[in-house]
């Protein structure tokens, strides 16, 4: 059976499945090149049907990894209001104000403008919907919703690689989706599903993080990484703005510890922050921030351990993209076994989908074998590009036999190259396939790769990809038997002998990294890549960034990347065997 899952709104995607084994995850962004596009992905599910050999025809099941369909335009519409505006319109603050007083006596007529609203919001969500199936010959196919926490959820679940069977826990957490903020689910040795537990979208402790972001002048749902960056660097002063300000709005419920409460409408933790938190310093808010999600997700995980007795978890959900939380979790002593689900946001959802669908049929499933996932370019396809595009008329291009021995050899000269190759990675992180990459010891080349292309914030640290039979040497605590490190999902401090080699890939307010461990089955041509460097310089590591502009998606396509060369301080781009010079 050929099945098609669809995730809609914010970074839509599309996900391919075949009797159990998922073929394929693509973004609409990395099609549109417009960063969390939010269009409908038809064209991504179509260009993954062209690379697994099927047509849209064949698809003999369509999913959607939510109940609920919003307009995205009537959201990124709200989204962007929200990020460019730095106080809650005066009416809506208003009402608000008006609720919390007023609608504490008289709830009723609040709660039935709210359900007015919500009703008016799914039928124009439902319209779009129809007229979208319509358009891409999708409306004649068999349409089954999965629950937006149940594709977190299976995601989770299913993807990882597990070496026994045995029950595990599966821990989602994000701002909300389906009126849902977070689950708990026990699965037992037989793969029996339990939902142990679930809080409301009104005590969100993901909105809490992303409310935040946007206090700081972020974009919520884009920029909360950049919140958990700037913590690191507050001082012991932001424990009265955690202790005032953050710690009082949410705890665990008393009554069920598996679930969360919050004294506010978490929705609106936002207009909080404008009551409690004007005058407070960034840095502070951020570690008030990053303290208060570290702390209770700690918390729930441990009494959820303690109840089920299970110390095997996974998770999903945009919340875990905090790699620092992760962190966390994995050295809690009760966890016995943590797989973090890499690039859990909303993007994640129709592999959930997928798995669901493949789950309730019986079908066996395959973990996700790595996460290349995207499209494959042949040298063949790239010579024709080149040469339709007349590249030879701007750039040197040299066809390059062993291409990866000579980017090492460039990187270890102190050069910062693009690398092309393979399939395209799913998700917002690089793996090293559309790659920026630099010599992680040379502040000169994190310099470099910051002020001519990447252009990040300046507390941000960039990540290393490490090879596996250096990972030791380099992380406190690494334990691959208890966290797999391959995915850039969860983060170590350094151990002081490797600061050296690391200095360039560290964040410099508490010696952390977020590496992409690298085995070399998972991607041979860039394991020799960064073998070769190693062999030159005695470092088994290299910087690894996203191969895109600022403000783009990581690149997906041959025209993209050679748009990136042309539109940045970049000089050398490998596209495929192909070395492509600025002249
Ligand atoms: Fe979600």
């Given amino acids: 059976m050929k099945a098609l899952a669809l995730h809609l709104g914010h970074n839509a995607t599309a996900a391919i499945m075949q009797d159990g084994t998922i073929l394929g995850v693509l973004s609409q962004e990395k099609i549109d090149n417009v960063k969390n596009s939010g269009a409908f992905p038809i064209e991504a599910a179509a260009a993954l049907c062209e690379h697994a050999g ?35 319109q005066p009416v809506i603050a208003l009402a608000r104000r008006l609720e919390r007083s007023v609608g504490a006596v008289f709830p009723a007529p609040f709660a039935f403008a709210r359900t007015q609203l919500r009703q008016r919001q799914k039928i124009a969500g439902e319209r779009y919907l129809a007229d979208c199936l319509k358009v891409a ?6 349409l089954q919703r999965v629950e937006h926490h149940l594709c977190h959820a299976r995601a989770a679940y299913h993807a990882a690689h597990r070496s026994a069977p045995g029950p595990v826990l599966v821990f989602t957490l994000d701002g909300e989706g389906d009126g849902i903020s977070s689950t708990v689910t026990a699965v037992d040795a037989l ?31 884009e920029h909360e990484y950049k919140v958990m960056g700037l913590a690191p660097y507050a001082k012991q002063y932001f424990r009265d703005v955690y202790e005032r300000v953050f710690a009082p709005a949410i705890w665990l419920d008393a009554a069920n510890p598996l679930t969360f409460k919050s004294s506010i409408n978490t929705a609106h933790f936002y207009d909080h922050l404008v009551e409690n938190a004007v005058g407070e310093r960034f840095d502070n808010i951020a570690a008030a921030a990053q303290q208060l999600i570290e702390d209770m997700v700690i918390a729930w995980v441990r009494a959820a351990i303690r109840q089920t007795g ?48 493949a789950a309730r049929n019986e079908l066996h499933t395959q973990p996700l074998p790595n996460l290349y996932l995207g499209n494959n370019y042949s040298d063949a396809q790239i ?7 007349d590249a030879g008329k701007d750039y040197d291009v040299e066809r390059t036999p062993d291409i990866e021995r000579k980017l090492a050899e460039m990187i270890a000269a102190g050069e910062v190259v693009a690398r092309f ?33 990447k252009s990040r914030d300046f507390w941000m640290p960039f990540a290393p990809t490490i090879l596996d039979t250096f990972a030791d040497r380099y992380l406190q605590g690494y334990d691959p038997a208890k966290t ?69 998606p990581l690149v997906a396509t041959p025209e993209q990347a050679l748009f990136t060369l042309k539109k940045s301080g970049l000089k050398n781009l490998a596209l495929g065997s192909f070395l492509i010079r600025k002249k």
């Fill in 137 to 142: 010959k999708l409306d004649s196919k068999p």
């Fill in 310 to 357: 299970i110390g095997n978890i996974c998770t999903g959900g945009g919340v875990f993209m905090n790699v620092k939380l992760n962190k966390r979790i994995q050295e809690l002593p009760e966890v016995t076994h943590a797989d973090f689900l890499p690039s859990c946001g909303d993007e994640s959802l129709p592999i959930g989908a997928l798995y669901d669908f």
């Fill in 484 to 552: 797999d490190a391959a995915y850039m999902i969860t983060a170590f401090e350094i151990k002081p002998e490797a600061v050296t080699a690391l200095r360039a890939v560290m964040h410099s307010g508490d010696f952390s990294v977020r590496p992409q461990v690298l085995r070399r089955e998972a991607n041979p041509k860039y394991y020799s890549l960064i073998q070769h460097f190693s062999e030159i310089t005695g470092v088994g590591a290299v910087l690894n960034t996203s191969l895109n502009l600022h403000g783009y």
């Fill in 191 to 221: 793969g029996n599903w339990r939902r142990l537990a679930s809080s409301p979208a009104e005590h969100s402790l993901g909105w809490i993080y992303s409310a935040t972001t946007r206090f700081l002048g972020m974009k919520m749902l």
């Fill in 421 to 453: 190759a393979g399939r395209g990675e799913w998700g917002a992180r690089s793996l090293g396939n559309r790659a920026i990459l630099a010599h992680p010891s040379q502040m000169e080349s994190f310099y470099t790769v910051n002020d001519q292309i």
């Fill in 383 to 389: 010579e024709t590009f080149l040469n339709s595009n």
């Fill in 54 to 88: 099927w047509h849209l025809d064949g698809v003999g099941q369509v999913l959607l990894s939510s109940k609920i369909v919003y307009r995205p335009d009537a959201f990124a519409t709200t989204l962007d209001r929200k990020n460019r505006q730095h106080s809650t």
